[in-house]
């Protein structure tokens, strides 16, 4: 047979797969459509998987493998959202003098402070934080810089605004040297922080106004002993640092034998670990979604094609009259429902791109679309396909043709 004759054979073929599939087309976009959501379920997931990985390293590249974070109040309280307000200046005096710091961070947040400029507004956190807060974060700047020592020191009302605030309140133009409200203060914008994206959980980090702190305390709060965080640097081994900061934390808060933290510590690697069992749990989600995807789309999809089959009985056995092999009979249902499923990823795939990008921009959700989408979305559909089809298509193939047309 020539290359001709089977290119010829090849495009009848698909030609009568796809005037069977529109003589059928309510039942195939039904089929269709639950495949289609399937994939598009799983789509989602392993978008969000992706995103927060690639966000989650982005942070511990940015804070560092050398990074310490201590914050106010215990386990318990953070996990309720109780604020509980226990580190001190004398805290961050204590840890600075523990081997191995060479950078020490102070910072007092104080959350949804309404910014006012002209007639906008905008509602954010504002960090008071020490000169150092820019270059410990690594957190470079669009125009404008950090303020300077003199600043701090005289509680000066100067502000760097995050990538977000300056959209809410300038979009587009030219902020520095303009004077914002804060609250009721009045403060001059002197940078605006290069943009970072939205944080793999919790609120956009670019949406942020940083201040003094001592402008913070004395002028926006009136806070005069405590702190929200520490942000500290080591050259040491992390986990050995940590555990000094502890012994030194609980001597300073008077904490004795079993009486638990009042105060909370991460490291860089905290954040990788925490990822990682996420991750895992979403994976495993992701597989038990993906069965039962299979099997209801499977189910479907199979039940359609036995109720087809007993519809398309006379035609099956008038094609083996004239020739049709039980193999050919085989192949022509599981591609039918094959081409199917494959449409269904195609679609699950696209509208999970729509959605993915749409959940990114009205909630800050990290979505990252990549290859290893694709392949195990193409590879679901075409398991469903293959697996719900073979046995529909192996009853059609027995068919006898005689007792077929007789009906």
């Known amino acids: 047979m020539g290359l001709f004759q089977k290119i010829s054979q090849g495009r009848e073929f698909l030609e009568e797969i796809f005037k069977i599939l529109y003589y059928y087309r309510g039942r195939v976009v039904f089929s269709f459509a639950g495949v289609a959501l399937g994939i598009l379920s799983i789509c989602i997931i392993i978008t969000t998987i992706e995103g927060a990985n690639k966000k989650a390293k982005e942070v511990f590249e940015a804070l560092g493998p050398d990074s310490i974070m201590v914050f106010g109040g215990g386990e318990r309280q953070r996990a309720a959202r109780t604020r509980i307000s226990t580190l001190t200046f004398r805290d961050a005096d204590a840890l600075q003098r523990i081997e191995g710091i060479y950078d020490l961070t102070k ?222 009979i085989l192949l022509s249902f599981l591609f039918e429902s094959v081409l199917i499923t494959l449409m269904g990823g195609v679609a699950g795939i696209l509208l999970s791109v729509v959605l993915g990008g749409t959940f990114e921009k009205l909630f800050d959700i990290p979505m990252l679309f990549t290859y290893k989408v694709i392949v195990f979305a193409m590879t679901f559909s075409f398991l469903t396909g293959l697996l719900s089809g073979l046995r529909p298509a192996l009853r059609a193939s027995r068919i006898e043709p005689i007792e077929a047309i007789r009906g």
Request: hydrophobic residues 40%; contains cysteine.
């Open 107 to 328: 910072v007092y947040q104080v959350r949804n402070v309404t910014m006012r400029y002209r007639e906008k507004k905008w509602q954010t956190n504002v960090i008071g934080a020490t000169t150092n807060y820019f270059e410990s974060f690594s957190w470079g700047f669009q125009v404008g810089s950090v303020f300077t020592g003199d600043d701090y020191d005289h509680a000066e009302a100067v502000c760097v605004i995050g990538s977000k605030v300056y959209n809410e309140l300038f979009s587009g133009e030219d902020a520095l040297g303009k004077t914002i409200l804060v609250g009721k203060l009045p403060a001059k914008v002197i940078g605006v922080l290069q943009e970072r994206g939205g944080a793999a959980a919790g609120p956009n980090i670019d949406d942020r106004v940083i201040m003094p702190l001592t402008t913070v305390m004395s002028r926006i709060t009136n806070e005069k002993k405590y702190l929200g965080s520490i942000r500290l640097k080591t050259n040491r081994d992390p986990d050995r640092t940590v555990e000094d900061v502890r012994t030194v934390l609980r001597t300073n808060h008077g904490l004795q034998g079993t009486s638990e933290d009042d105060f909370t510590i991460r490291s860089s690697k905290d954040i990788l670990k925490f990822v990682t069992v996420i991750s895992g749990q979403l994976f495993l989600f992701l597989g038990l979604a993906s069965i039962v995807a299979l099997v209801v789309s499977g189910f479907v999809l199979a039940n359609l094609f036995y109720l087809t089959i007993q519809e398309r009985r006379k035609d099956i056995g008038i094609r083996r009259a004239y020739g049709a092999s039980r193999k050919g």
